[in-house]
């Protein structure tokens, strides 16, 4: 998953790059509004995290205007600010959930998690499909063969290419789109970078694990993933 940071404290804003990419997510930060405002505009983010009292423009103001322009990537509010009438306006200006600083890691995972889940219409606590389980916790896979579930390491990479396409099941993905949602602005990548790891995740957990649409791109059929007699 793709996030965007905006946070101007740049110790905090270090800190939680860190322990958000250790988590999974290919993390883009800034630490002024207006940068971040252009770049939740520009970019196709699946989640964002914003503060209230940025140097430059109001955090309330940057979500007022995405929503105004009908943009709706998920928003997680983290502040200092946690009065419950300032809650109450985060909520209205558009807002998906609201922490308060200070916090625990743990929660803002988990909460950042959910967020992305219901986002894409996911409403059980974990991820699976037919004999395919992610667990996001160890970011490891599990593969049910017969009656027993094989555990399958996954490298970063690979566990946010799978994740994506098991929260969007049936959706044909090019490689263009998965390189937007698995790689951070920066990340060096190759062209062919996809279509190598499309064919380690089949290796891995078996040739049928994801689909390809010729001209198209790649998918998930839970039909595929059913379980077999």
């Known amino acids: 998953m793709r996030l965007l940071l905006i946070e101007d404290d740049r110790d905090l804003n270090k800190e939680l790059t860190s322990e958000l990419s250790r988590r999974g ?58 009065a419950w009438h300032e809650k109450v306006d985060g909520f209205r200006k558009g807002a998906d959930d609201y922490l308060t600083k200070p916090f625990h890691i743990e929660e803002l995972a988990v909460r950042l998690q959910a967020l992305v889940k219901r986002s894409a219409g996911v409403v059980v606590s974990g991820l ?25 390491e996954l490298t ?22 998965l390189l937007e949602h698995v790689y951070d602005f920066d990340a060096e990548k190759e062209s062919n970078v996809i279509e190598v790891y499309i064919s380690r995740l089949r290796k891995k957990i078996d040739k049928d694990v994801i689909s390809t649409r010729r001209g198209q ?13």
Request: proline share 5%; aromatic share 8%; net charge negative.
């Open 25 to 82: 997510f290919a993390v883009d930060s800034c630490h002024e509004g207006v940068d971040g405002a252009f770049m939740g505009e520009s970019e196709p983010y699946d989640i964002i995290i914003l503060d209230l009292g940025l140097p430059d423009l109001p955090g309330l103001s940057i979500l007022e205007q995405w929503r105004a322009k009908g943009i709706k990537t998920p928003v997680l509010i983290l502040t200092a600010r946690g």
């Open 128 to 152: 699976e499909i037919g004999r395919l389980r992610l667990d996001e916790g160890s970011q490891s896979a599990q593969w049910k063969e017969a009656d027993t579930w094989r555990d399958i």
């Open 156 to 177: 970063g990479i690979e566990f946010r290419l799978l994740r994506y396409m098991m929260l969007h099941p049936k959706k044909v993905c090019s490689n263009s789109h």
């Open 217 to 229: 791109g790649y998918y998930l059929d839970p039909d595929l993933l059913g379980d077999k007699d």
